[in-house]
């Protein structure tokens, strides 16, 4: 049974920084595209970054040169470090993995909880 977990989440102020973590099991971790992606109610949900096994990764433009998506094998886990927060980045995060053979349908692998960030003005 795959189980991702995500950690990290909670309230900064604007221009202040969080660092979320995702524990992934179940999966063979070195076989999966890892993302994270956020939603605010009534929107859908948005990919912010994904890193490959090999450690390629995807920003969406909105966060570029803010966020860095990181990924540690021998852990399971992922990190997205996000750095000069802004209201707009509220949102609950939600960590995903999918197998790399269906790398661009992440509907087709598996979602933590969700972890919620409230950015402050």
């Known amino acids: 049974q795959v189980q991702l977990v995500e950690s990290g989440g909670g309230l900064v102020q604007a221009e202040g920084s969080l660092r979320l973590s995702c524990v992934a099991s179940?999966?063979?971790?070195?076989?999966?595209?890892m993302g994270w992606y956020r939603q605010t109610p009534g929107a859908q949900r948005d990919l912010v970054a994904r890193?490959?096994?090999?450690?390629?990764?995807v920003y969406a433009d909105f966060v570029k040169g803010r966020f860095t998506i990181s990924r540690v094998n021998g852990k399971s886990t992922i990190y997205l470090q996000m750095n000069s927060l802004k209201p707009e980045d509220t949102a609950v995060y939600y960590c995903?993995?999918?197998?790399?053979?269906?790398?661009?349908?992440?509907?087709?692998?598996?979602w933590g909880q969700g972890t919620q960030v409230t950015v402050s003005s």
């Open positions: 890193i490959t096994p090999g450690g390629s990764t």
């Open positions: 179940g999966i063979i971790f070195s076989d999966h595209v």
């Open positions: 995903n993995a999918v197998h790399m053979r269906h790398a661009h349908f992440p509907d087709l692998g598996s």
